[in-house]
């Protein structure tokens, strides 16, 4: 059974940085491509960033490019969302996830409807 377990949520400034982190167990974490969604409270999910099997090729919404990171680790089985020049608009539900199914390299899957595996969620909350 997949399980993503995300952490690194928290109460910061505007223009200051978190990371998340988020550990994924129960297959073959090198094979899969992972995502990052957020949820703001009475918004849809949306899409924030995606990251290859091999971490070679990654893609990101347009309101966090050049501002966000999106990074993994296959040794430790985990992927990283570091987040930096933080802002109020960025407050949101944070949610980790990957499809059941295997993209090739340059397949960059954003809608939600794409990731079968959720976590949780962590809370990010940027006060002004």
């Known amino acids: 059974q997949v399980q993503l377990v995300e952490s690194g949520g928290g109460l910061v400034q505007a223009g200051g940085s978190l990371r998340l982190s988020c550990a994924a167990s129960?297959?073959?974490?090198?094979?899969?491509?992972m995502g990052w969604f957020r949820q703001a409270p009475g918004k849809e999910r949306e899409f924030v960033a995606h990251?290859?099997?091999?971490?070679?090729?990654?893609y990101y919404a347009d309101s966090v490019k050049g501002r966000f990171t999106i990074s993994r680790d296959n040794a430790k089985n985990t992927v990283y969302l570091q987040m930096n020049s933080l802002k109020p608009e960025d407050t949101a539900v944070y949610y980790c996830?990957?499809?059941?199914?295997?993209?090739?390299?340059?397949?960059?899957?954003?809608?939600?409807?794409?990731?079968?595996?959720w976590g949780q969620g962590t809370q990010v909350t940027v006060s002004s």
């Open positions: 996830a990957s499809p059941r199914a295997r993209y090739t390299y340059w397949e960059v899957p954003r809608g939600q409807y794409e990731y079968d595996y």
């Open positions: 129960g297959r073959t974490f090198s094979s899969y491509t």
């Open positions: 990251i290859n099997w091999n971490g070679g090729s990654t």
